[in-house]
């Protein structure tokens, strides 16, 4: 069975620094997918990363992806409080399987 | 305005009672799904099915029934209701043949079981 894990929980960071969510997935794949959730809003697609080595990238925000090492990585670059949001991966096994997120929060 | 929605939006219900969360999607997407979303747990899948009159068991499935009649609408009944199953409901849909393609998910349908 597939189990995805995120870390940290919980970050809390200051604006213009830099840091990595990190995705860990038991079984083999080489799907992935990265959504945001803001606070009582629905999940919106950030990044689909479909093969080993995959790297996308959208405003301060990079997703790669290394199947080998069942890893994913988002870098946040220089962290604006509009980033300030909940984080998932999903990872494919015959279905989409949820990490439990990373809550974001971004202080001046 | 083509989309995924979902009603109501808040629901609070009794213990015992029956409730149907509605979706509806204009996309004609194959796929769509149920989740819950509870506090430490992410993102747990109810049912999902692949096309009209085709529905499966996903982690979570127990206390719960779906139908899928039409391809645009999934309705999900929680037949007696229990304090276990307040939760936020969000409904997805993908297109194409298999079930992990890229996700789209509704705004969520928050209920509480009192």
Known sequence: ?108 | DAGITQSPRYKITETGRQVTLMCHQTWSHSYMFWYRQDLGHGLRLIYYSAAADITDKGEVPDGYVVSRSKTENFPLTLESATRSQTSVYFCASSEGTVSYNEQFFGPGTRLTVL
């Open chain 1, 1 to 108: 069975e597939l189990k995805v894990e995120q870390n940290p929980l919980f970050l809390s960071m200051q604006e213009g620094k830099n840091y990595t969510i990190y995705c860990n997935y038991s079984t083999t794949s080489d799907r992935l997918y990265w959504y945001r959730q803001d606070p009582g809003k629905s999940l919106e697609s950030l990044f689909v990363l479909l093969s080993n080595g995959a790297v996308k990238q959208e405003g301060r925000l990079m997703a790669s992806l290394d199947t080998k090492a069942r890893l994913s990585t988002l870098h946040i670059t220089a962290a604006v409080h509009d980033l300030s949001a909940t984080y998932f991966c999903a990872v494919v096994s015959d279905k989409l399987i949820f990490g439990t997120g990373t809550r974001l929060q971004v202080f001046p």
